[in-house]
């Protein structure tokens, strides 16, 4: 089944612990990007990637690290996380470019306490 | 950057109504238009886009969005709701292709 999988689903941690959370994709897609999604903000972009070992920041990428060493896996690291990172994150796919159609894994809800 | 203001925040309609949920974004020479929907505790689904050619676009269950240039508008609209349209729409802009900006959504409920 063609899916994009992100782990763990739910995360409480504490501040400054680094965590990470994973994201694979198993379609063979070219362009992956993080979101964090918060109530009255919407959706905001935190990193994408193009390719392999290509990566640029989005909207709020303040806090956040990503690495691409992989077409299918694209984890965001949280290296001192914050409350401020308190988050429903959701990680996307798509075959090309971000015009193509993103196909959005089932998001991972963190909380920093 | 781009900004995108989705006025409405919640709107309920009843079944079998239409409806039209509005999104404006900031000016930009040319841009990128999408649609996005989210059923309760799920990830977004690509509703309908905008990349080029006719303003008018359209999804295959019935939802309609129209590009206008001059009013940098980009509304959803459907001539009948039913109840399985339940959910929080988002519009979304991108002027590259690869960074987008989305709106803070609109909830959708339809009422019986």
């Known amino acids: 089944e063609a899916q994009v999988t992100q782990n763990p689903r739910y995360l409480i941690t504490v501040t400054g612990k680094k965590l990470t959370v994973t994201c694979s994709q198993n379609m063979n897609h070219e362009y992956m990007s993080w979101y964090r999604q918060d109530p009255g903000l919407g959706l905001r972009q935190i990193y994408y990637?193009?390719?392999?070992?290509?990566?640029d920041k989005g909207d709020v990428p303040e806090g956040y690290k990503v690495s691409r060493k992989e077409k299918r896996n694209f984890p965001l690291i949280l290296e001192s996380p914050s409350p401020n990172q308190t988050s429903l994150y959701f990680c996307?796919?798509?075959?090309?470019?971000?015009?193509?159609?993103?196909?959005f894994g089932p998001g991972t809800r963190l909380t920093v306490l | 950057a781009q900004s995108v203001t989705q006025l409405d925040s919640q709107v309920p309609v009843f079944e079998e109504a239409p409806v039209e949920l509005r999104c404006n974004y900031s000016s930009s020479v040319s841009v990128y238009l999408f649609w996005y929907v989210q059923y309760p505790n799920q990830g977004l689904q690509l509703l309908l886009k905008?990349?080029?050619?006719?303003?008018l676009v359209e999804s295959i269950n019935g939802f309609e969005a129209e590009f206008n240039k001059s009013q940098t508008s980009f509304h959803l609209r459907k001539p009948s709701v039913h109840i399985s349209d339940t959910a929080e729409y988002f519009c979304a802009v991108s002027d590259n292709g690869n960074q987008f900006y989305f709106g803070t959504g609109t909830s959708l409920t339809v009422i019986p």
């Open positions: 990637s193009m390719n392999v070992e290509v990566t």
């Open positions: 996307a796919s798509g075959p090309l470019r971000g015009t193509d159609t993103q196909y």
């Open positions: 905008y990349l080029s050619g006719s303003t």
